[in-house]
């Protein structure tokens, strides 16, 4: 079946560094593909996504590449702020349109 | 447009009673999906409505079921609590007028059950 490997965490980060969430996924077909963030006490809030092979999707500064040839949409951004703690989940979507998700990488920034 | 919204937004139950967690879709959306996560066992999916049908199922007991009306609103019911059901339960809709679609999430439910 369809699965998600994403970097464990937790990542612990100093404002402006750069980071990289990393993302593999195993799927049959062409998924559909997605980063969500989840802040401390909320629901799951859609980051970005890329629905076929080297899309790029991006928003607020984080950008992930459909990568089919290696399997993967690792999460990137510049550089980061303390707005930006947060866990941070990889998910696909097959055709039946569940979503799959990693078990997210909780990331804290500090000043 | 207002985003997915779920009631109650907490809930504490006690091993053998049941509960109900309603949940409304964007306007416009047709599908709506429940999932619950756990720090055990992360995000798992629970089923899947459209047009008042479940369309998918995850794998969870039969304790747990769901119902969808006509005008896409949302209920989930689990029947005789366990304490492994305390949980974060995310209702999420979509559009689901064919090709790649998005979920949006709404805040979620949290349930204890002690």
């Known amino acids: 079946g369809n699965s998600v490997t994403q970097m464990e965490g937790p990542v612990t980060l100093s404002e402006e560094a750069f980071l990289t969430i990393n993302c593999t996924y195993t799927?049959?077909?062409?998924?559909?593909l997605f980063w969500y963030v989840q802040y401390p006490g909320e629901g799951l809030q859609l980051l970005l996504k890329?629905?076929?092979?080297?899309d790029k999707g991006s928003n607020k500064g984080f950008e992930a590449t459909y990568r089919k040839e290696t399997t993967s949409f690792h999460l990137e951004k510049g550089s980061v702020q303390v707005s930006d703690s947060a866990v941070y989940f990889c998910?696909?979507?097959?055709?039946?349109?569940?979503?799959?998700f990693g078990k997210g990488t909780k990331l804290t920034v500090n000043p | 447009k207002a985003g997915v919204t779920q009631t109650p937004r907490y809930l504490i139950k006690t091993r053998g009673q049941q509960v109900t967690l309603s949940c409304s879709p964007i306007?416009?959306?047709?599908?709506v999906s429940w999932y619950q996560q756990t720090p055990g066992q992360g995000l798992q999916f629970l089923f899947e409505?459209?047009?008042?049908?479940?369309?998918n199922k995850g794998n969870f007991p039969g304790r747990f079921s769901g119902r969808q009306f006509s005008n896409s609103r949302s209920e989930m019911n689990v029947s005789t609590l366990e304490l492994g059901d305390s949980a974060l339960y995310l209702c999420?809709?979509?559009?689901?007028?064919?090709?790649?679609?998005?979920?949006?999430f709404g805040p979620g439910t949290r349930l204890t059950v002690l």
């Open positions: 409505y459209f047009s008042e049908t479940q369309r």
């Open positions: 998910a696909l979507s097959g055709g039946s349109e569940k979503l799959v």
């Open positions: 306007s416009g959306h047709r599908s």
């Open positions: 999420a809709s979509r559009r689901d007028r064919g090709g790649p679609d998005t979920q949006y």
């Open positions: 890329a629905t076929k092979a080297d």
């Open positions: 799927a049959t077909g062409y998924p559909s």
